[in-house]
């Protein structure tokens, strides 16, 4: 046996090949965010893509949001809290800045932010593109402070009091951003300039939101964060500190025994997940091209729990899947078209599942089945009855979760990925949860649900 | 030094109400280990459900005489009643097949039903999207003055209701077989069960006993705000939920003394806040102390804290 | 790896439902308001489909709902006469469940989705202005029922409205106190959460003072907050002569009883937020008190009283509170202009309904000015037993 350091320096690939490998990554962002802005984005209706952004803003959060509450398996309920700091330091900084260095705080963007109306700027990459990525990175690291110091404290205790907490910070946020002075308008950009800028960081619209902003954000910068957000994410669940914030969602006291740094890691994990909260917020703000304190309070943060759910906890594809339904479902629900070829292609789709992987589960293709039943036969009753379906989708809405949560527990897709679920099981990269000794394989019963990775029940 | 008083008083009465909906917090996550979200609704539910019955009972707006006593006792068991029954449903329906999921998944669920709650209220065959006023139960105006400082007839309800189900809780809790029970099953499930305890049933039955304390809180907050209560859907509802939730952590999550405390000590905070501080930032103080108790004693003022077993 | 196929696996699952969910939207073109079955486009171009977008549910649902019910019924009766040009007028209603961004959605959807050729709402100046900045990009007309902060009209020459502005009903408040009342000394207690509310505070504040008034104490509160005596208990001590309260009827109701209850006896007075059957709610608290509003159905003009009359037919004898009389009048002026417009192209539309001059509406004659605002008088109500009782006309 050769001593280990020269079998790792025969393992480890050439030289010359660490800086595309550092790139490809980008590279592969960019060329995604390029297909997105230049073929998708002009193919559908200004309405779909308009989805398709709130989509990919709901990714970055539910993803960022996926490494503190499925890898580590802490509970953070205050996302929006750093969504909505991000949002206000990158509004702030794009809005007033504008003012400060271009005179007015009109759009000063090239073609990658032109949102197709007004004049196309010519130029691919204008001045104010600059100034609005500098700006969501910002509100991305002043997030991210705001993570360390609400997270240090709170994440040395164990059990619920992370989510306490952040429960707390967010609404703290929420009512210091209500409570700021009005903005100074656009057309009044003149006054603004001669006042100092640690004034203007108060005039932030205070309850009527932050308005009239510049909308920079477009299919490929959105897309452009997704998959920088995606990559990031994925390659942390298998590097060293991701197999340590799996170790800590497995058994904290065990991985402190292993000599993890339990607290050090999960306070990691907390600011990178707030660091991309923050990101997400200035890209919301600068897309409708408003920010509203009030609409980043509790209720949004309980959105994008729902979207970590959904997808399965700590799985990336997931909750990226989820946070699309998710954004999609209330829409949808708004004007129902008919259910069942949806619920055909879904009960195929999961019946060739269980097919390829050989686990017959007749309870779940039951439940689909009848769950299609019921909606369309909902739909078709207040469709003759000239019932306003509009009214009850929230009620439809509230339904589907508690459904969905009571026949799939483990969410869509577990703590799998998406393309583990076909084909053959390739070697798991991944310490899966679910081995433990008394525990149901997650697809075989829905009552019999996976482990309790996060509680820390009368068992232990 | 009216001022005071005054605001000490007030403080005391919405501290009874917090108090209230705290118990029912602490009681559901000393048992099941989560924080149930729909705890709010059923609050908001407690409210429209007793001014419904009320209406219903024939008793008279605000410039009628008010009723006998006992109408009051009726609309207060009737809505406990009721509500009672609706926890015992949610529990049975939506939490009690995911007993041994992780605790998040409960948490949707929770907030699932908290959603189906808010928008079944506000439809026109339910409550309803307009605010209603609470029929008057009792006579308005000052019972008596002490000291310039109004003691209100509503208020005198609300406190000496609170305490009496409190004790009532409090004799249930430590001086019952089911309470004994109950308190086996929050210190250690699996023990419990190994006892001869039937643990579902001990579940459903504090999940019910919480439901019924925040139905009455919401009876009583009908009484006091009598003037106009918000649709179900309204956010001042969940609002209300989360300072009793930081009033049950505040006093010691798990603790039945602790959120009795908790709420209290929430209730004079928000007022002396508001009274001597600035109206600006109500909420903020509240979650401004629980932070600070967090930071320095994370058990909470009466919990304990827990031994890590391995 | 694999990475690039995963990642690219995901996104296309993700997109694939995106564009199966929109597309069928698009394709079905059935809409919520309407209840019917899928149409034909050929049906499409025989009628004017104009837009609404709302809070219909969530916290503030009855402002949307009564705007809705005065804009159905002006369509209702337009298409009665005729419709415009021979074109029936279709409306879609769009809920926003009272949030900006879910506005932002919405708005989107009217424009791209459904093609309306001009837009009525909202209720809340801060929603409003979440949809004006894109209506005025994609150059669809949008006329505000009642957004009264004026930096909604700002935004550009697609957006007007028809309900007087914020500094108008400040002073409006002030100078009754002032002169009518001949009161000094004011007290004034606001939502600080809520745009409409602490706008109108600072313009109220405003032009008190410089009518020679005093604010002795100023108190707010937040949304959600039901339990006002603290604040109360705080102003009394001050002593004021009276107590402006620009908040919603929602909340109005609940400070005059625990005004009363802490022998606070002074009047309170407010603005069109106030306006609701609801208020009959506060018995005799509320008695004395008066708030500034757009219309009174007291007033003996034929159309108010026509209105008053129709409305109480088609939903069940309700009132008609001021929003439900400022949405009739939004689509009715739209309706008005929609009829001088040389083509129905935003640009021409837009042009005519801020041509309009001396128009005849239910909340008064309504002449657009330079700013897209209407110039309008505003009335004084006197509420008696819950009941609004027309005071005072206040010229602007």
């Known amino acids: 046996m050769k001593p280990l350091t020269e079998q790792s320096r025969t393992m480890s690939p050439a030289a010359w090949t660490v800086l595309p490998r550092m790139a490809w990554p980008l590279l592969a962002g960019l060329g995604i965010a390029i297909l997105m802005q230049f073929a998708v984005g002009p193919s559908v209706s200004g309405f779909t893509s308009q989805i398709m952004l709130i989509a990919g803003i709901n990714i970055i959060m539910a993803v960022s949001l996926t490494v503190v509450n499925g890898f580590t398996g802490q509970f953070s309920m205050g996302h929006a809290g750093f969504m909505a700091v991000g949002g206000y330091v990158a509004a702030t900084l794009t809005y007033y800045g504008s003012i400060k260095m271009f005179g007015t705080a009109d759009f000063a963007g090239g073609t990658i932010s032109w949102t197709g109306s007004g004049e196309n700027p010519g130029s691919i990459v204008g001045k104010g593109d600059y100034l609005f990525v500098i700006s969501c990175l910002v509100g991305g690291v002043v997030s991210a402070i705001a993570g360390y110091v609400v997270g240090l404290p709170s994440l040395r205790l164990r059990g619920d009091y992370l989510a306490i907490v952040t429960l707390g910070f967010g609404e703290i946020v929420r009512v210091l951003l209500q409570g700021t002075n009005p903005q100074i308008q656009p057309w009044k950009a003149q006054e603004a300039a001669e006042v100092p800028f640690y004034k203007l960081a108060t005039m932030l619209g205070g309850p009527m939101g932050f308005n009239l902003l510049p909308t920079y954000t477009t299919l490929f910068w959105v897309y452009l964060f997704v998959v920088l957000t995606l990559i990031v994410c994925y390659r942390l669940k298998s590097s060293s500190s991701g197999r340590a914030f799996l170790s800590i969602r497995e058994d904290e006291i065990a991985s402190q025994a292993m000599g993890v740094d339990v607290t050090k890691y999960k306070v990691r994990a907390f600011v990178l997940a707030s660091f991309f909260a923050g990101v997400a917020g200035g890209l919301y703000a600068m897309s409708i091209g408003a920010i509203n304190a009030g609409d980043l309070g509790f209720q949004k943060s309980f959105d994008i729990i729902i979207m970590v759910v959904l997808g399965g906890m700590g799985s990336i594809s997931g909750a990226t899947v989820a946070a699309v339904v998710l954004t999609i479902l209330p829409e949808f629900l708004r004007d129902p078209p008919p259910v069942w070829p949806l619920g055909l292609a879904f009960l195929v789709a999961v019946v060739l599942a269980q097919a390829v992987r050989k686990h017959w589960n007749i309870r779940t293709l039951a439940g689909i089945a009848v769950g299609t039943a019921i909606l369309e036969g909902a739909r078709l009753y207040c469709v003759s009855r000239g019932i306003d379906i509009a009214s009850f989708r929230l009620i439809l809405y509230a339904l589907l979760l508690i459904a969905m949560m009571l026949l799939r527990p483990q969410g869509l897709l577990g703590v799998r990925e998406v393309w583990e679920l076909f084909g053959h099981r390739r070697p798991n990269p991944n310490p899966s949860p679910d081995p433990k000794p008394d525990a149901a394989p997650p697809s075989k019963g829905t009552s019999k649900a996976t482990g309790n990775p996060t509680s820390k029940g009368g068992a232990s | ?310 | 790896m694999n990475l690039i196929a995963r990642t690219a696996a995901t996104l296309m699952v993700g997109f694939g439902l995106a564009l199966s969910g929109c597309g069928k939207n698009e394709n079905g073109g059935s809409t919520p308001a309407a209840n019917k079955p899928a149409e034909t486009p050929a049906a499409a171009s025989s009628e004017i489909i104009i837009g609404h977008y709302a809070s219909l549910t969530g916290s503030e649902a009855t402002f949307g709902i009564s705007t809705d019910n005065g804009i159905k019924m002006a369509v209702e009766e337009q298409n009665k006469a005729g419709g415009i040009n021979g074109k029936q007028i279709k409306l879609v209603t769009l809920d926003n469940q009272g949030k900006p961004q879910e506005t932002q959605t919405v708005v989107t959807r009217l424009i791209e989705e459904q093609k309306v050729v001009a837009l009525l709402g909202e209720v809340a100046s801060s929603r409003s202005l979440a949809g004006a900045p894109i209506a005025q990009r994609k150059g669809v007309p949008m006329i505000s029922p009642s957004s009264t902060n004026p930096d909604v009209t700002a935004v550009g020459d697609m957006i007007s409205r028809v309900c007087f502005i914020d500094p108008f009903q400040g002073f409006v408040g002030a100078k009754f106190a002032a002169e009518n009342l001949k009161l000094k000394r004011g007290a004034t207690l606001y939502n600080r959460a809520q745009a409409y509310s602490s706008g109108l505070n600072t313009n109220f504040k405003e032009a008190f003072t410089k009518l020679g008034g005093e604010i002795v104490s100023e108190q707010a509160y937040s949304d959600g907050d039901n339990d006002f005596s603290a604040q109360l208990t705080a102003i009394r001590g001050q002593n004021p002569d009276f107590i402006y309260v620009p908040g919603y009827y929602t909340e109005v109701v609940n400070i005059a009883r625990q005004a009363r209850k802490l022998g606070l006896s002074v009047p309170l007075i407010g603005g069109d937020g106030w306006d609701s059957e609801e208020l009959k709610n506060a018995g005799d608290a509320l008695n004395n008190c008066y708030f500034s509003n757009h219309y009174s159905q007291e007033d003996t003009r034929p159309e108010v009283q026509e209105f008053v009359k129709k409305y109480q037919q088609q939903y069940d004898g309700k009132v008609p509170d001021g929003l439900a009389a400022l949405g009739y009048d939004a689509a009715r002026l739209l309706f008005n202009a929609m009829g001088r417009a040389t083509s129905l192209s935003g640009k021409d539309l837009a042009k005519a309904i801020n041509e309009t001059k001396n128009f005849a509406g239910v909340t008064g004659n309504i002449s657009i000015d330079a700013n897209r605002n209407p110039t309008k008088d505003a009335v004084v109500l006197e509420v008696v037993n819950g009941q609004p009782k027309y005071k005072a006309t206040i010229k602007p």
């Open chain 2, 1 to 310: 030094m009216t001022q005071f008083l005054q605001t000490l008083f007030d403080g005391v009465t919405v501290g009874c109400l917090y108090a209230l909906i705290a118990l029912g917090y602490t009681m559901v996550y000393g048992i099941l280990k989560f924080i149930n979200f729909a705890h709010s609704d059923v609050f908001a539910l407690g409210v429209w459900m007793s001014i419904t019955i009320a209406a219903w009972l024939g008793v008279g707006a605000a410039d009628q005489p008010a009723p006998a006593w006992y109408m009051g006792a009726l609309v207060l068991l009737g809505t406990m009643a009721f509500c009672g029954f609706v926890g015992f449903v949610i529990e049975r329906v939506a939490y009690k097949p995911l007993r041994k999921a992780p605790r998040l998944n409960v948490l949707i669920t929770a907030i699932g039903v908290s959603l189906l709650l808010q928008n079944i209220g506000q439809q026109k065959f339910a409550f309803g999207p307009y605010p209603k006023s609470m029929p008057k139960l009792l006579e308005g105006g000052a019972l008596f003055t002490i000291a310039d400082v109004q003691v209100r007839t509503s208020d005198v309800a609300v406190i000496g209701t609170a305490l009496a189900l409190m004790a009532a809780l409090q004799f249930l809790i430590y001086r019952t077989k089911l309470g004994s029970a109950m308190r086996a099953v929050s210190f250690n499930t699996r023990n419990a069960s190994l006892m001869g305890i039937n643990v579902d049933r001990v579940i459903s039955f504090t999940f019910v006993v919480g439901t019924m304390l925040a139905a009455a809180a919401g009876f009583l907050y009908g009484l006091k705000y009598e003037g106009q209560a918000k649709q179900t859907a309204d956010s001042m509802w969940v609002m209300l939920g989360l300072k009793a939730f930081v009033a049950a952590v505040v006093g010691g999550i798990g603790n039945v003394r602790g959120a009795v405390l908790g709420g209290l000590l929430i209730g004079l905070i928000e007022f002396f806040g508001v009274a001597y501080v600035s109206s600006q930032f109500r909420d903020a103080y509240v979650f401004a102390i629980l932070i600070v108790v967090l930071l320095f004693k994370p058990e909470g003022v009466l919990g304990r804290a827990t031994v890590e077993k391995v």
